[in-house]
């Protein structure tokens, strides 16, 4: 499975961005797709994530404000950001898991190579 973001840019305080994820490869096993970001000097964390049935699972700092979700016609994953805030500057990047979002053994297999997204 190869996962290939865009969508990243600069925005002002208040703006929306849009970020997509194409899957290609293998992806009938990918039951669960996620966000993540890092920004420099932390930790990468989950943003968001999808799972195989449609349901979205977000971080509690980007709740009411982001919204994932999920085209499988298109083997796309998508991103939808308003109201950014500064602390939303970071690297994002897409993954893929073959297991359910809630499985407790979880691991993301695939990663893409990430998005920059910068908000001022």
């Known amino acids: 499975v190869q996962l290939v973001e865009s969508g990243g840019g600069s925005s002002q305080s208040g703006g929306s961005l849009r970020l997509s994820c194409e899957a290609s490869g293998y992806t009938y096993d990918s039951h669960c797709m996620a966000w993540f970001r890092q920004a420099p000097g932390k930790e990468r964390e989950g943003v968001a994530s999808v799972d195989f049935d449609g349901s979205p699972y977000y971080a509690d700092s980007v709740k009411g404000r982001f919204t994932i979700s999920k085209d499988n016609a298109k083997n796309s994953l998508y991103l939808e950001m308003n109201s950014l805030k500064p602390e939303d500057t970071a690297m994002y990047y897409c993954?893929?898991?073959?297991?359910?979002?809630?499985?407790?053994?979880?691991?993301?297999?695939?990663w893409g190579q990430g998005t920059q997204v910068t908000v001022s």
């Open positions: 993954a893929a898991s073959s297991r359910s979002c809630l499985h407790p053994d979880k691991v993301f297999e695939y």
